[in-house]
Nanobody, 118 residues
Framework: QVHLVESGGGLVQPGGPLRLSCAASVSGYMFSIYAISWHRQAPGKQRELVAIIASDGTTNYADSVRGRFTISRDNGKNTVYLQMNSLKPEDTAVYYC??????????WGQGTQVTVSS
C-alpha cells in the first residue's frame, strides 16, 4: 500500500520557478521499487504525463516540459520532486503524483494546483 501526498503548488508568475514534492507512505514494499511519475490535468483537458523517474533513476519528460522541468527522487525520504523552471501559463493545471510497480500496484495522490499567471 502506498499513500501519496503532493505539495508545493501555488500561484507563480510566468517565467518563475516552483518545486513540487510527492511524499510517500509505503507499506509492504520499499519505496525504491516504484516508478514515480508526475501527471497534470488542465480544465477541459485529459490528464497527461509530465515526467517519470524509474526505480533505477532513469528519467523521461514530455516534450512540452523537457529542458524546463527536472524530476528527482530521494529514496531515503520516500519523496520525489518536480523542479519546474521557466513556467508558462499553459503549465497551469492540477499536478498529480503516481507510483507504480509490477506486482505492487498503482497509486495516485490527491493533486496540487499550479497556476501560472501575472
Amino acid at each position: 500500500q502506498v499513500h501519496l501526498v503532493e505539495s508545493g503548488g501555488g500561484l507563480v508568475q510566468p517565467g518563475g520557478p516552483l518545486r513540487l514534492s510527492c511524499a510517500a507512505s509505503v507499506s509492504g514494499y520499499m519505496f525504491s521499487i516504484y516508478a514515480i511519475s508526475w501527471h497534470r490535468q488542465a480544465p477541459g483537458k485529459q490528464r497527461e504525463l509530465v515526467a517519470i523517474i524509474a526505480s533505477d533513476g532513469t528519467t523521461n519528460y514530455a516534450d512540452s516540459v523537457r529542458g524546463r522541468f527536472t524530476i528527482s527522487r530521494d529514496n531515503g525520504k520516500n519523496t520525489v520532486y518536480l523542479q519546474m523552471n521557466s513556467l508558462k501559463p499553459e503549465d497551469t493545471a492540477v499536478y498529480y503524483c503516481n507510483a507504480k510497480a509490477i506486482g505492487a500496484g498503482e497509486y495516485w495522490g490527491q493533486g496540487t494546483q499550479v497556476t501560472v499567471s501575472s
